[in-house]
C-alpha cells in the first residue's frame, strides 16, 4: 500500500512539473495523447479528427497563416503489425478563411509498446512520426517526433504522459529541437469516460520561450462508445496565456476496418 501511494505521488508530481513549465505551440491537426495500447496483428483501423480553432491568431507568422476560424482535418489508418506493433498514415488538411479548402500535409507514424509480461511499474510504448507540412501551416516542411508513453492505472484513474521531442529537419528551425509534453487524466463515468489533457511545447531546447510568448492549453474531454465499435472523442481546449490559440473545439472518431481484433 505505502509503494503504490508513493508511485501515486510521484507520477502526479512529473504531472503537475509538465503544468507548470513555460510552452510555445501545440499540434492542432492531432490533438492526441498517445496511449499504450496498439492495433492487435492483422487489425485495421480508421481515426478521423475534425477540430475547429474558434479563437485562434489573427496575423501572419512568416508564411504560416492565421489560424483563427481554421477548421483542421485529418484521417489517419493504422495496421497492426504484430500485438505490440502498429504503422500509421495521415492525411492532413484544413478550411483556411480566405483561401478555402487545403491540402495541409502527410504524416507517418511507427509505434511499439512493452509486453505485459515484463511487469514493470508502468506500462511503457514508444513513438516515431515523421511529417511533411504546407509553408501555409507550418515554417518546417519536414519534421521527426519522437514520442515516449507511459500509462499507469490508479484506482481506476487512467494517467498517460507523453514527454514529446520534436526535431525540425527543414526552413529557419532546421535542426532545432523542441520539447513538446502531452498529459491525460482519465476515469469512467457509466458509460462515458471523463478525462482532462495538456498539449504543449516549450519551443527550442536549451531556449525555452517566456511571458506572453509561452502558450498553455487545458481540455474537458468527453469519451463514447457508439454502436458498431465506434468511438467518439469530444474536448474543448482553452488557451491559458495570450498567446497561441484561446479556444479550440476537437473531436476524434474510431473505427475498426477489419482483420483480427
Known sequence: MRRALLRTVGLLGVLGVFLHLPLSAQDTFELEVYPYATAHRGEWELEAYV???????TVFDGPVAPT????????????GISDHWEVAG?????QVPGYGLEYAGWRARTRVRAPETWRLPVNLGFAVEIESARP???????????????ERQIAGVQLILNPTIEHHMAGPENGEWEF???ARLAFPVGNVTLGFEYHGG????GNFKAGSQQVHQFYPTADFELPGEVELHLGVGF???????QLVFKTRFEMPLGGQR
Open 51 to 57: 477540430n475547429h480553432l474558434s479563437r485562434g491568431t
Open 202 to 205: 516549450w519551443g527550442e531546447i
Open 180 to 182: 513538446e509534453p502531452r
Open 68 to 79: 483563427d476560424d481554421q477548421w483542421r482535418f485529418a484521417a489517419q489508418v493504422t495496421r
Open 90 to 94: 495521415y492525411v492532413l488538411g484544413a
Open 136 to 150: 501555409l501551416f507550418s515554417e518546417s516542411a519536414r519534421k521527426l517526433e519522437f514520442v515516449p508513453i507511459l
Open 239 to 245: 488557451g491559458a496565456t495570450t498567446s497561441g490559440d
